[in-house]
């Protein structure tokens, strides 16, 4: 069974950073796109970041710009997503995702065929 956990939300005052994991099922990991999705109340899910299952291409969303990075380590089957000048817009529910499709990294939330539960970010302000 295919299975994406995440962790690492939490309450951070804004200006703060937090880094958020996803473990991935071995089976699928090393040959997945992985991406971060996000969804404040009354809002559409939205694209965060993706990375490559080789490690190096990336991708961000408008509201990644400038102040989150992606990572992954495939030896471990964990994709990072880390934080920084995080800001009240920021709160919102994480989800982890992963694309076994050609390798092209998509932006829409279709894409991806695995999803975790999630997991609550609440930055203060």
């Known amino acids: 069974q295919v299975q994406l956990v995440e962790s690492g939300g939490g309450l951070v005052q804004a200006g703060g950073s937090l880094r958020l994991s996803c473990e991935a099922s071995v089976e699928i990991f090393s040959s997945c796109v992985m991406g971060w999705f996000r969804q404040a109340p009354g809002k559409e899910r939205e694209f965060v970041m993706a990375?490559?299952?080789?490690?190096?291409?990336?991708a961000y969303g408008e509201c990644a710009s400038g102040r989150f990075t992606i990572s992954r380590n495939n030896a471990e089957n964990t994709v990072y997503l880390q934080m920084t000048s995080l800001k009240p817009e920021d709160t919102a529910v994480y989800y982890c995702?992963?694309?076994?499709?050609?390798?092209?990294?998509?932006?829409?939330?279709?894409?991806?065929?695995?999803w975790g539960h999630g997991t609550q970010v609440t930055v203060s302000s």
């Open positions: 990375i490559h299952y080789n490690g190096v291409r990336t």
């Open positions: 995702a992963a694309d076994r499709g050609p390798g092209t990294i998509q932006s829409s939330a279709n894409a991806y065929e695995y």
